[in-house]
């Protein structure tokens, strides 16, 4: 068996990007590893997982720093503010990567704050380059760029076929938050 760390990029229009990289986490805390999600755009809203993740510790550790989804109706958060608090993101990302405390880190919705003009691509495609060779990297959210896909060992992109809200259903507690 390999122990040479996985890219894994969770991308594309559909649900379950971060499930999936939940998944991958209650997986390995079954194996003893040491995980830690940093969230870049879900922070200051309410997710199950904020709870259910301390169930996990000291093996999972979540990082929720983002503001909450950007340019939504109900954004109030400066545009300039989210790209501060995505600045420190990337800084924290960097720091929980190169510990070495860690067997998995998840950078969840980074491929959206990427796409939001948050985080620049340069920025990430460095951070994946310097990860430590036996560290497995998950990042999520739509809008991947082709340069990460590149370097990315697993991309797996979720489509669409039919959606809930599309007969007025909202989000659901414990399956979409």
């Known amino acids: 068996m390999s122990e040479d760390g996985l890219t894994i990029v969770y991308t594309g229009k559909g649900k379950?990007?971060?499930?999936?990289?939940?998944?991958?986490?209650?997986?390995?805390?079954?194996?003893?590893?040491?995980?830690c999600m940093i969230q870049f755009i879900k922070g200051s809203w309410h997710y199950g997982e904020m709870h259910s993740s301390k169930r996990l510790e000291p093996e999972f550790e979540i990082i929720a720093i983002g503001?909450?989804?950007?340019?939504?109706?109900?954004?109030?958060?400066?545009?300039?503010?989210?790209?501060?608090?995505a600045k420190e993101a990337i800084k924290i990302s960097i720091e929980k990567i190169q510990s070495?405390?860690?067997?998995?880190?998840?950078?969840?919705?980074?491929n959206y704050a990427i796409?939001?003009?948050?985080?620049?691509?340069?920025d990430v495609l460095n951070l994946i380059k310097s990860k430590p060779p036996g560290l497995d990297l998950v990042l999520t959210g739509n809008y991947a760029k082709d340069e990460i896909i590149e370097l990315a060992d697993l991309v797996t992109e979720m489509k669409e076929v039919k959606h809930p809200f599309q007969r007025g259903i909202k989000a659901k507690k414990g399956i979409d938050f």
């Open 100 to 110: 070495g405390k860690y067997d998995i880190v998840i950078l969840d919705e980074i």
């Open 115 to 122: 796409n939001l003009d948050l985080v620049k691509v340069e």
């Open 16 to 35: 379950g990007k971060t499930t999936a990289a939940l998944g991958i986490a209650l997986r390995a805390v079954g194996y003893g590893k040491k995980i």
């Open 67 to 85: 503001r909450g989804f950007v340019g939504i109706i109900d954004d109030t958060t400066p545009k300039e503010e989210h790209k501060n608090i």
